[in-house]
């Protein structure tokens, strides 16, 4: 089993409307979730971190933990043909040590015009 | 520059050349890590440098990988030998310390062995 899962997608939206993008993990230590977005062909652009379980709002991002449930969700509103990219779902396992990151495979987000 | 600098963006190497890879980070930035990333997967770890110590190079998958990183600040992925599933792309990010803070990266290495 993987240590991060995310629905690979496609994931398909109409202008306007909210995406919700999911993810789960195996490891129940982990202490931090990233959501980083990737353009075709460019480096993964942080979105959101969160640390404790609930959600976190930025913008037209909102973040939701649940450590219980081992998920974490990414919600866009008013989703922009711009949001249109590969989202990845990235956590930190260890308590201490080396916080190198375990990511999903992605899930890729088009939204239609 | 203000973020993770890498060089060069794009490689080609004949199956069996050796490559180099460099990554400047982010000015002051404790750690560096570098990353794999096969085509329409995520990114996989390789290894981590606090300084100018290697910490972790669990990921590196066979004696051919090697990373250093001598004066703690700029890192050189080298890969010996090169084998086609070496195509990838290679990432590597920073972040200022050794706590859970988000990892900042640059843009990558696509490598093309042929």
């Known amino acids: 089993q993987k240590e991060v899962e995310q629905n690979s997608g496609p994931l398909s939206v109409p202008e306007g409307a909210i995406a919700s993008l999911n993810c789960t993990y195996s490891?129940?230590?982990?202490?931090?979730f990233f959501w980083y977005r990737q353009y075709s062909g460019k480096s993964p652009e942080l979105i959101m971190s969160i640390y404790s379980n609930g959600d976190k709002e930025d913008g037209r991002f909102t973040a939701q933990l649940n450590k219980a449930s081992q998920y974490v969700s990414l919600l866009i509103r008013d989703s922009q043909p711009s949001d249109s990219a590969t989202y990845l779902c990235a956590v930190n396992p260890r308590e201490t040590g080396a916080n190198n990151l375990f990511f999903g495979t992605g899930t890729r987000l088009t939204v239609i015009p | 520059g203000a973020g993770v600098s890498q060089s060069p963006r794009y490689k080609v190497a004949k199956r069996g050349q050796d490559v180099a890879l460099r990554c400047d980070p982010i000015s002051g930035h404790v750690s560096l890590f570098w990353y794999q990333q096969a085509l329409g997967q995520g990114p996989e770890f390789l290894t981590y440098?606090?300084?100018?110590?290697?910490?972790?190079k669990s990921g590196l998958p066979s004696d051919r990988f090697f990373a250093e990183r001598p004066e703690g600040s700029v890192s050189t992925l080298k890969i010996q030998r090169t084998q086609q599933e070496d195509s990838a792309v290679y990432l590597c990010a920073s972040n200022p310390g050794t706590g859970n803070q988000p990892q900042h990266f640059g843009d990558g290495t696509r490598l093309s062995i042929l």
């Open positions: 440098f606090q300084n100018e110590a290697q910490l972790d």
């Open positions: 490891d129940r230590v982990s202490q931090s």
